[in-house]
Every structure is written in C-alpha cells, then in structure tokens.
C-alpha cells in the first residue's frame, strides 16, 4: 500500500498559510519521495454566492473525504488553533489513522 499523507493545519484566518503548508508539503516530499501528498491549501470550492459558514463546510467536506482516504497525518503546531484541523485529527484517531506532528518527521 502506498503511502497518502495528510497535511492538517490552520487555514481559516491565517494570511500565511498558503506559505506554511508548502512550506510543510517539500519537507514532507524530501522525506516520502514516492507519497501521494494531500495539501488541503490547494483545495478549491466556487465560493460564488454562498455564506462563509456554506463554504467552510464545503472545504471540510472535501477534507473529510480526504482524510478518509489517507495513511497518516501531519500536522503542523498551528493546529490546536484550528477547528477544522482539530476535527481532522478527531477524525484520523477515530478510524485509526496515524497522525504525526511534523516535527517528528
């Protein structure tokens, strides 16, 4: 089975995250050359027309899958500052996806 990894952090409010998740996504792919790395940063939802409230449930939905479908998760420190974030590691630990904080790599 290869390997899927989840980057989990804050992303709603933060200015710079776009910068830290990269950041974290080139650590990562110098450690799990071969890894399937999910960057929820990249995401996209057609943010036209609907309240912010509709489109964080949007972004968490696609999350959520994505988290589903993942072999471990890495998270970075901004994620206790992060409902979205703590939600996926709630999520990981309950289907027994290993999380990491990437300081551990």
């Known amino acids: 089975m290869s390997k899927v990894i989840y980057i989990s952090g804050k992303i709603t409010g933060a200015t710079d995250y776009k910068s830290k998740f ?4 080139k650590l990562i792919r ?3 050359p071969i890894a399937e ?5 990249k995401n996209y939802v057609d943010e036209r027309g609907i309240n ?7 972004y968490m939905s696609i999350s959520r899958r994505q988290v ?9 420190p901004c994620w206790t500052r992060s409902a979205g974030a703590r939600e996926e590691i709630s999520l990981a630990q309950k289907l027994r996806i290993n999380t990491k ?5």
């Open 22 to 25: 990269a950041v974290a996504e």
């Open 30 to 32: 110098d450690k799990f």
């Open 37 to 41: 790395i999910i960057n929820p940063a």
């Open 52 to 58: 912010p409230q509709q489109i964080w449930d949007a």
């Open 68 to 76: 589903k479908r993942s072999t471990l998760i890495v998270y970075l």
């Open 101 to 105: 904080p990437i300081s551990e790599l």
